[in-house]
């Protein structure tokens, strides 16, 4: 081995020992959430929440940040580029894995320039009418848009949202002919089915159940495989004549690829235990989610097929952006 051979291994042994190190004190600072999305709505409130509860447990502050623009991709876009160190991580939820497809310059791959941590937790929309459409369930409401093709407008939250693409999905599995009307925001798109301007929204189930509760708008099935615990009564889509229908907001927590396996762990096994106590899952609950806490491998796997799934959907709708 010469000199030059022996001085770069050397060097290669030393930051390694360098990293194992950092990642044996971690964390020794703050750590950074970049939340790209700006702030109040459910991404924030729950890194908000996550995040005051991953301090307590670390014994380091926990600052989130909001880095909002472009559908998500500038918050994205910064944190894939940010050091490898465990000290800047991104809260997320579905506009991850469809931005980058419907916006040619997302400038990033989610399923390659980040390292998975956890999937928080999971947010069911809700399939809501206004009350003066003459439809009881699903499968009224899937015979109705079937005999109106073109005539039953559905509210989005902007293109690319989960009240948007659960309606693309829904679309593409009934084979009907809705129209998806886009607001921005969430709050626009629920004063447009409130005062009848659309007929139909699929609705984040946090927003959705006072709505419910006081009879503004009609329920007609929950978006995921699983009952929502607030309204145990109303049965999902696919129990009620959509047999494989699924689509929900999610929550998760992300570091750039190649932060160091240590810290990913420990991220884990905090993020696990945080969202598996008895308070958090009560605290979910009362908003309309399921907490979850998953393995690093499980949130990769969910990654890959909401990947796949809303891409598809995507495609099919037509709905990429230039």
């Known amino acids: 081995m010469n000199m030059h051979t022996a001085r770069s291994v050397l060097a290669t042994l030393l930051l390694c020992a360098a990293g194992s190190l950092a990642a044996q ?8 959430f970049l939340v790209p ?14 995040g005051t509860k991953l301090s307590e447990a670390i014994g380091r502050p926990v600052v989130v940040e909001n880095r909002a623009g472009a559908n ?25 894995v469809t931005a980058p497809v419907m916006f040619k310059n997302a400038e990033f791959d989610p399923l390659k320039d980040f390292d998975p941590v956890s999937l928080l937790a999971l947010a069911p929309n809700i399939l809501v009418v206004h009350p003066s459409l003459p439809v009881k369930n699903v ?29 693309e999905l829904f679309k593409t599995l009934t084979q009907t002919k809705m129209v998806h009307v886009p607001y921005r925001g969430t709050g626009p798109a629920i004063t447009a089915i409130l ?17 419910i509760q006081n009879g503004r ?3 007609l099935g929950v978006t995921t495989f699983e009952r929502l615990p607030a309204l145990p009564e109303l049965p999902t889509v696919s129990e009620s004549g959509l047999k494989g229908y699924q689509s929900s907001q999610w929550y998760g927590l992300l570091a750039p690829a190649g932060t160091p396996p240590e810290i990913l762990n420990s ?23 399921v907490a979850v806490g998953s393995t690093r491998e499980a ?20 709905a990429t952006v230039d």
């Open 25 to 32: 004190n971690y964390p020794a600072a703050p750590v950074r």
């Open 195 to 211: 005062s009848g301007e659309v007929s139909t929204m699929f609705m984040p189930a946090l927003t959705a159940l006072p709505l």
């Open 217 to 219: 708008v009609r329920a």
């Open 139 to 167: 499968r009224e409401f899937i015979a109705l848009a079937r005999a109106k093709p073109g005539e039953v407008l559905f509210a989005g939250s902007d293109s690319g949202s989960t009240p948007h693409l659960a309606g």
């Open 267 to 289: 991220l884990n096994g905090h993020a696990v235990k945080i969202m598996q106590t008895a308070e958090m899952k009560e605290r979910m609950k009362t908003s309309g989610s």
């Open 72 to 96: 998500g991709l500038i918050g994205s876009r910064f944190v894939a580029r940010a050091p490898k160190d465990g000290y800047t991580l991104l809260v997320n939820g579905v506009n991850f």
């Open 299 to 318: 949130f990769a796997k969910f990654l890959n097929s909401e990947f796949s799934k809303w891409a598809k959907v995507i495609r099919d709708s037509g």
């Open 37 to 50: 999305f700006p702030p109040g709505g459910g991404i924030d409130t729950m890194g908000r929440i996550f």
